[in-house]
């Protein structure tokens, strides 16, 4: 596919020719001038750049709104935005935050969100599927229109297809592979994000997803239903590198030891990790993206309104801008983000099926559709500490 390098002034054009479908909450002249706090994690330069040379020069060429991108971890912008609830401060700094998971629970349980506001970012209805798990529920919490899509990520594997005539593609065929290759498989160990999630995506092929989101946030409870994984992973463990006496702390060193061919398999909640790491020179050009059979879990990150946001109105059209097809492929460029898009696929637009399609992300991984069937919803964020702990009681300390 021949590479379309989106530059804002083409991307102006683009969401310009769109803009009687995709009129956001509060359009008009009134508008220019007028800056927009964005509040989330910095610490990624290829976001930061995406959301300084994509987003806010697109979002300032047809709003004249201008964007002010704030770097600051979520726990230090529930603090604030906790303290400033206590205070009763009616008018704070923070108009759009960055939130998702555990985050989520803890902005609902405390009131410190605006909304509902879903009703009024006219893009999700135009492009998002209502009946989605992942637009109705942030890590098992109901959102009820309190925050809307931002991005996706998916847990995904890469194995090398120098190496693999077929990939092991469920919790059976990697312990297959485990017993016929001895000390060679590993994962990052919980309650590292990606170690945790592959714990997480073993037990739903053992025991299912509905029966652990159906369990109580209790520890026996819990235990009781994953208790077949659990034995799974004690089985698997002397197959493993280093007989399972340790683990990789991080997918990140999980990723160097693929690449110096220690592990035959890293594993990423990055669906596009593999393209970015073959464009770097890092992975082998014949490494490859896959899945298990029965799905991989994925989850959403989501934009939100504080209780005491100064401009909301503004806010909501930032939002809508964020998650307009144009702007989301822009997202999924592996160049740019890498970063899932939130729409429905099959709610585009002729011309914007075809931005989709010309995004070449080069080698190694899955497309949208094949992730997007694939993916398995994530539990309560309540639960996955406890799954964690079972984890390293029971098969760490084992």
Not at 352 to 360: G, H, I, P, S, Y
Request: aromatic share 12%.
């Amino acid at each position: 596919m021949k590479k379309i390098f989106l530059v804002w002034g083409l991307l102006v054009v683009l969401l310009v020719g769109c803009r009687d479908l995709e009129t956001g909450p509060a359009t008009g002249g009134n508008l220019q001038g007028t800056t927009v706090n964005f509040y989330g994690w910095g610490g990624g330069q290829n976001i930061n750049d995406w959301l300084d040379n994509v987003v806010a020069p697109s979002l300032y060429a047809e709003y004249g709104i201008i964007l002010n991108r704030v770097g600051m971890d979520i726990g230090d912008i529930l603090n604030k935005l906790m303290a400033e609830r206590e205070a009763n401060v009616e008018s704070g700094d923070i108009d759009v935050v960055w939130i998702n998971g555990e985050n989520f629970y803890t902005a609902i349980a405390a009131n410190l969100l605006y909304g509902p506001i879903v009703d009024e970012i006219s893009n999700f209805s135009l492009y998002l599927d209502p009946d989605d798990h992942e637009n109705n529920f942030d890590f098992g919490t109901p959102i009820e229109g309190m925050s809307v899509p931002y991005g996706r990520a998916q847990l995904v594997f890469i194995g090398d297809t120098a190496e693999f005539t077929e990939f092991p593609t469920s919790a059976t065929k990697l312990l297959e592979f485990a017993r016929a290759n001895p000390g060679r498989l590993t994962y990052p160990a919980p309650p590292d994000f990606t170690g945790s999630a592959f714990v997480r995506n073993v037990i739903y092929e053992i025991v299912g997803f509905e029966a652990l989101n159906a369990a109580p946030v209790d520890r026996e409870a819990i235990y009781e239903i994953i208790k077949p994984a659990l034995d799974f992973f004690v089985e698997l463990k002397p197959y493993l590198w280093q007989e399972g006496q340790t683990y990789p702390a991080t997918s990140a060193i999980l990723g160097d030891m693929f690449i110096d061919g220690i592990a035959p398999i890293a594993i990423s909640y990055t669906p596009l990790h593999a393209a970015q790491r073959i464009l770097a020179g890092e992975f082998p050009p014949t490494a490859q993206t896959f899945v298990f059979e029965n799905g991989n879990i994925g989850n959403t990150h989501y934009l939100a309104i504080p209780f005491n946001a100064p401009n909301k109105e503004v806010a909501k059209v930032l939002i809508n801008h964020i998650i307009s097809p144009e702007i989301q492929i822009t997202k999924y460029d592996a160049r740019n983000w890498g970063d899932l898009p939130v729409f429905d696929t099959a709610r585009l637009s002729e011309a914007q099926r075809a931005l989709l399609d010309a995004v070449d992300n080069g080698v190694g991984i899955l497309d949208v559709e094949e992730l997007q069937a694939s993916r398995l919803p994530e539990i309560s964020a309540a639960k996955v500490p406890i799954i964690d702990q079972l984890w390293i009681e029971y098969v760490l300390m084992r």
